[in-house]
């Protein structure tokens, strides 16, 4: 059971253009949201979250929003840059038996092409 | 430096061999969490620890163990007991479980 659903496993967005990645969920227990960058063979690194209290939060050019009646949240980047290629992970957390549990999407893959 | 390390990076083991993977932070964190990434699968969670001396599985705990007697480590043993062990290994730590966490660098396990 995928409690965090990333359906677009790619993205190809051209340099400069908007990239906006996608990150629906099943749980409405989850309160907070995160997104991280990962690159090939290396941890992945934090990006940026939301509250449940909040539908957008904006840290320079990437901002995430969310829509809790929807259950959907997305992060746009803008503009991209080639630097920017890299797998995100979209991530949910919320309370499960007492303790505070975080589940990952299955990542989506963005190539920004110069 | 503050930060999560470790180690090895790349580790080889026989079947039916027991294999421990390490995990160090002095970032003072409360909560460790173990994840493993397979090809299309996301990161899935196997074990986390919110405190010390306390564990709770996670997703996929089975043929996996582990403990955390310091706060700074929370090593991840992969038993014989586990079917496809082969995968990249992540450790993370957070303050709390509802903040961001921060990612070693990951171990690639191949058990041949």
């Known amino acids: 059971d995928q409690q965090v659903k990333q359906n677009s496993p790619s993205l190809s967005v051209q340099e400069g253009r908007i990239s906006i990645l996608n990150c629906d969920y099943t749980n409405s227990m989850f309160d907070y949201f995160l997104w991280y960058k990962k690159y090939p063979a290396e941890g992945p690194t934090f990006l940026i979250s939301i509250s449940s209290i909040k539908d957008k939060n904006e840290d320079g050019r990437f901002t995430v929003f969310l829509n809790k009646s929807a259950k959907h949240l997305s992060l746009h980047i803008v503009p991209s840059q080639p630097g920017d290629s890299a797998v995100y992970f979209c991530?949910?957390?919320?309370?499960?038996?007492?303790?505070?549990?975080?589940?990952f999407g299955t990542g989506t893959k963005l190539q920004v092409i110069p | 430096d503050g930060g999560i390390t470790q180690s090895p990076k790349y580790l080889f083991r026989k079947e039916g061999q027991n294999v421990t993977l390490s995990c160090e932070q002095n970032l003072n964190h409360d909560a460790m969490y173990w994840y493993r990434q397979d090809p299309g699968q996301g990161l899935r969670l196997i074990y986390y620890s919110q405190i010390v001396n306390d564990f709770q599985k996670g997703d996929i705990a089975e043929g996996y163990s582990v403990s955390r007697e310091k706060k700074e480590s929370f090593p991840l043993t992969v038993t014989s007991a586990q079917k496809n062990p082969t995968a990249f290994y992540l450790c993370?730590?957070?303050?709390?479980?509802?903040?961001?966490?921060?990612f070693g660098q990951g171990t690639r396990l191949t058990v041949v």
């Open positions: 991530a949910a957390s919320g309370r499960s038996g007492g303790y505070q549990k975080v589940t």
């Open positions: 993370a730590s957070s303050i709390r479980g509802d903040t961001e966490a921060f």
